[in-house]
Structure formats: C-alpha cells, structure tokens
C-alpha cells in the first residue's frame, strides 16, 4: 500500500503534468468534486501558472449541493444514488454548462471508513472526463480503491486527473 506521502506526490505529479498540457493547447479546466473535496484543485493550484488553464472547482459533497450547485436531478440522485455513472456524468455536464470551460472532470465516491448503507462497497469511485467541441472526447469509468479513507480520496483525485490527461493526448 502506497503512503499517504507518495500518494500526495503522485498528484502533484500528475497535476504539473496536466497544467502544462492545457496551457500548451490554450485550454481551460473545471472540476466538480464530491469525494475529493477539494483536492483535485489543491493539486492544480499548486502549480505556477495553472491561473491561465485552471477555471476552479466545485465541491459538491452533499446530494443538495449537486443539485443546487450543478443542475444535477433529484430523480437521477434518487434513482441511481450519489455514487453512480448517471451522477458523476450529470456533474460533469453541470461543470462544463455551468463554467463555460473547455474541459471537465467530476468525481463521487464512497471513501468510507463505513458504508452508507447501500450495496456500494466502500472505495467505489465514479469518474467522468470530458472535452467540448470534440466528438467522443468524453469517459465515465468505476474504480475501485484500497485503503484508508484519505487513501481513498488521494487516490480518486490522482486518477480524475490521469483520465482527463489520457483524453486530453488521444484528441
């Protein structure tokens, strides 16, 4: 199991890598976040520069937030939960319609340490990427991760950023 340090660094990492890559191609970044809180842009605005790519983001922790803050449905949160694919995709839409950016990411999950009472298992992780102007530029994935729950959050704000990169390269 990685520690929390190595975690920490590989976001950063990633984050740098990322900044970069949007300002090469003159293009802007908001986020929607929920399990993370907030980490996604610590790991962004960390970088020098990252002003000119980085739109900000919304942490959208609770179910009320993501309808008030985001457009995301009640029927949607009700039907399928917090944690689900239709959700983090109502996120990421709610992010690109709501920011004007030109790319977003949206991430929900279950960090734990408990359940929530549902059948998600804890470190179940929703993650969606998408790019505007660009056909198929867009990806919903699960994950599932291992270990504590600030594990769990590093790892969902590592990956989040690793998909929009990935997407960012094919297109």
Known sequence: MDSEEALTAGLYNVAEYLVRLLDGRSMCLAASESCTGGLI????IRIPGASSCFWGSYVCYSSSAKIRMLGVEEHTLNTYGAVSEETVWAMAEGTLKKSGADAAVS???LAGPDGDGSDIHVGT????????GISNA????EFHFAGSRNNVRLRAARETIMQITELLEKN
């Open 107 to 109: 991430v929900t999950g």
């Open 41 to 44: 842009a610590d790991a962004m």
């Open 138 to 141: 867009a990806i919903t994935k």
């Open 125 to 132: 992780v929703w993650i969606a990427a998408a790019i505007t």
